[in-house]
């Protein structure tokens, strides 16, 4: 009797225990039901209020587009009433007009009469006629491109009480490096100035306000520097913020990758906030973390020069930068001095900074030196390439146009192949080179070009340089083309230090107006153009061309053996094609004789041009 009274009641428990269960799950199904139709009607409630967005942004087009015919016919009414007041003061001063009121306020008084006649006699200036003026164009939307709303303010230094005023460096807007990828980026105005170019950014969010900004555009992943000002401060440094972590689980959630730059100062205040990102990186070689340094940013820390060019002075550091300038008046100072004194201790960065922007570094100004501390600057790394490092260490991919080049290099004198074959043999970056020489010469061209995809064509004596450089345009499948010619002389840095200006220059044509020449017949080393450097001009040397590939596409080469650049440059300017003249090193043009250099450009000294052209 008892076994089956302890069954039935553990039976009873267990028919409890599930209804508690079934309870519990009837109550849970209630609720996941409750939800389900809370989010169908958030559901309708968001497609409702999408619909009404439509609605509203047609409703917004057809009010933009009737506001600008009003402007249209309140401008054209304008003009009618200013054509209708110069009629009417024509009249008034027109002689018969004068003569008629003479007569009629001097018809009673003969002296009245004739002062009045003598008056209307004199020739009068006539009102000019109104012109029509274009519509002046409505206010536009706030541009988003990079630097678009970051520029230079501060126009006017300061030097031992004399005022200079300078033409502000201007900030390019894009475009962007990888243009697929977007990045949410905390940082001080210098690090976005290095970043903004590398991706499509998102800044000025707040702990208040990135839930609403950030699903905007979605980031790829989430930047934040070790800030010292602005509303992220406080988050970072000491116990991490609750804005800091609700951004931190807003990434979480969406699979956004969260990386922390350690930049400036002691590591110890951001430890504790770091430690919340999965990953992080410093430029402080006495933390643990992985290495990001800066790198210049070429599109701002270039040698494009201020429109009025450099003052002839060595300022001092301290002097060239004061504490109140903002990092875009920063960019203009870069280039304002001929040379800086940097004490000891000065930052790398900041030494970059100011070699990439051509600047010389020392007591002295030194145009040699100052060109070769630009390319070390580069040579230690740009903003693209430590973005690449950043990508790959956090696994995203680092996709991003590259700058290789196809050489072509008709050769049509026997003796020239050797003397050609070195000068491409020596340069960096070129993964093709299109040969065009006499049969029998393809293996040697093999030989001394080895690690290069190698494109031989016999030549053809027939043919015309700028159809052997037509046909070979064909065959070049890198993104530059370069054009080089077998009797010059190009140093080993030529088509490094050339294809770097496509980084900061919106030129589809590349070049040196400014070079150096050597003749041989009277042992002259000349210089030509030598204020052509860093700027945009109508043409530069067909020996020196390097170009987009595709641009040379549609443009072509002409048939003909002297001149075939020249044409291509009246084409250039034909079709609106920017051409960019580079410096005037790593290049020496090589001719027996040339009257036209002998009086074009300046005699330097009887002797060798590679010592004053070659760094």
């Not at 201007?170 to 475009?175: A, M």
């Not at 306000?209 to 010292?228: G, Q």
């Not at 770097?500 to 400014?514: C, E, N, P, Q």
Request: proline share 6%; hydrophobic share 40%; net charge neutral.
């Amino acid at each position: 009797m008892s076994t089956e009274l302890e069954s039935t009641r553990r039976a009873l428990r267990e028919a409890i225990a599930q209804a508690e269960h079934a309870a519990e799950l009837a109550r849970l199904l209630d609720a996941a039901q409750a939800r389900l139709v809370e989010a169908e009607h958030h559901t309708a409630e968001a497609k409702a209020l999408a619909e009404r967005l439509t609605d509203a942004e047609e409703r917004l087009e057809i009010e933009r587009a009737a506001a600008e015919k009003l402007r249209k016919e309140l401008a054209e009414q304008r003009f009618q009433a200013e054509v209708a007041n110069w009629k009417l003061s024509s009249i008034k001063v027109a002689r018969w007009n004068r003569l008629g009121d003479a007569i009629r306020s001097g018809k009673s008084n003969p002296v009245r009469l004739a002062r009045g006649l003598k008056g209307a006699a004199k020739p009068v200036k006539r009102p000019t006629a109104p012109k029509r003026k274009p519509v002046a164009a409505a206010a536009k939307d706030k541009d988003e491109r990079p630097g678009a709303a970051y520029q230079a303010t501060t126009s006017v230094r300061t030097l031992n009480g004399a005022s200079f005023k300078l033409k502000p460096f201007r900030v390019p807007t894009g475009p962007n490096t990888r243009p697929h990828l977007t990045a949410a980026v905390i940082a001080d105005p210098h690090t976005e100035a290095l970043l903004r170019y590398e991706w499509r950014q998102t800044t000025g969010f707040t702990p208040r306000d990135f839930a609403r900004v950030l699903p905007l555009e979605v980031p790829h992943l989430l930047v934040v520097e070790s800030v010292t000002q602005g509303p992220w401060a406080e988050e970072i440094t000491g116990e991490p913020g609750e804005g800091l972590k609700a951004l931190l689980a807003w990434c979480a959630e969406r699979g956004i990758r969260t990386v922390f730059w350690h930049t400036q100062g002691d590591v110890t205040p951001y430890a504790a906030a770091a430690e919340l990102f999965e990953h992080r990186f410093t430029n402080d070689l006495t933390v643990g973390w992985p290495r990001l340094h800066f790198g210049v940013q070429p599109r701002v820390h270039n040698p494009i020069p201020l429109s009025g060019g450099r003052i002839d002075r060595v300022l001092t550091l301290d002097q060239l930068l004061p504490g109140h300038l903002t990092y875009p008046d920063v960019l203009t100072s870069y280039r304002w001095p001929a040379s800086v004194d940097c004490p000891p201790g000065t930052p790398q960065w900041v030494l970059a900074e100011l070699a990439a922007c051509n600047t010389s570094i020392g007591t002295e100004p030194d145009a040699r030196r100052a060109h070769a501390a630009l390319r070390r600057a580069h040579a230690t790394g740009t903003m693209s390439e430590r973005t690449d490092e950043l990508l790959e260490a956090i696994g995203l991919p680092a996709v991003r146009a590259t700058l290789n080049v196809s050489v072509l290099l008709p050769v049509p004198d026997s003796a020239l192949l050797e003397h050609a074959l070195a000068q491409v043999a020596r340069q960096s970056g070129v993964t093709q080179v299109v040969v065009f020489a006499w049969r029998g010469a393809e293996q040697r061209v093999r030989e001394v070009l080895t690690g290069v995809d190698v494109v031989f064509r016999d030549l053809d004596p027939a043919a015309s340089t700028g159809a052997m450089l037509n046909h070979g345009l064909d065959l070049c499948e890198a993104d530059l083309v370069a054009v080089m010619d077998p009797r010059d002389v190009y140093g080993a840095h030529y088509l490094t230090d050339l294809r770097r200006a496509f980084l900061f220059s919106t030129a589809g044509i590349v070049g040196k107006a400014a070079f150096y020449a050597h003749l041989r017949k009277p042992q002259a080393t000349l210089l030509k153009q030598p204020d052509a450097e860093y700027s945009y001009l109508p043409e530069i040397a067909g020996a020196t061309l390097l170009a987009r590939r595709n641009t040379l596409r549609e443009l072509g080469f002409a048939d003909l053996t002297d001149g075939w650049d020249e044409v291509l440059m009246r084409q250039c300017r034909a079709d609106g094609i920017r051409v960019f003249s580079a410096d005037r090193f790593g290049y020496v043009r090589v001719r027996e004789e040339d009257r036209w250099l002998l009086g074009a450009a300046q005699l330097v000294e009887y002797g060798s041009a590679e010592p004053h052209a070659l760094i």
